[in-house]
């Protein structure tokens, strides 16, 4: 079992900006795919990014243009560099990697982000 841990998250202002790091205990090279998702206060888990194998990335409406995943496969790690901050943006981000051919599935413990106005 691929263990994942987040971090990086935080307070900041509108406008402002964090990144958040998901440090595998196994090789990102192994990846099918990592993503990013995120759940608010009352609502529902939903999609936030994703990274493939292949390197292609893909983002929710939401979120294009103002953030971006990224990954270092020397350290194992994914980011999520969030940018132009806006208060909606306020939840825990939690990480997720497919691997074996997508037969398997891993979930961070997540990390609280928060953005006042």
């Known amino acids: 079992q691929v263990r994942l841990v987040e971090s990086g998250g935080g307070l900041a202002q509108a406008g402002g900006s964090l990144r958040l790091s998901c440090a595998a205990s196994?090789?990102?090279?192994?990846?099918?795919?990592m993503n990013w998702y995120r759940q608010a206060p009352g609502k529902q888990r939903e999609f936030v990014a994703t990274?493939?194998?292949?390197?292609?990335?893909n983002y929710a409406d939401s979120v294009k243009g103002r953030f971006t995943i990224s990954r270092d496969n020397a350290k194992n790690t994914v980011y999520l560099q969030m940018n132009s901050l806006k208060p909606e943006d306020t939840a825990v981000y939690v990480c997720?990697?497919?691997?074996?051919?997508?037969?398997?599935?891993?979930w961070g413990q997540g990390t609280q982000v928060t953005v006042s106005s």
């Open positions: 196994g090789s990102t090279l192994s990846f099918n795919a």
């Open positions: 997720y990697a497919a691997y074996n051919n997508y037969r398997l599935t891993s």
């Open positions: 990274l493939t194998s292949a390197g292609e990335t």
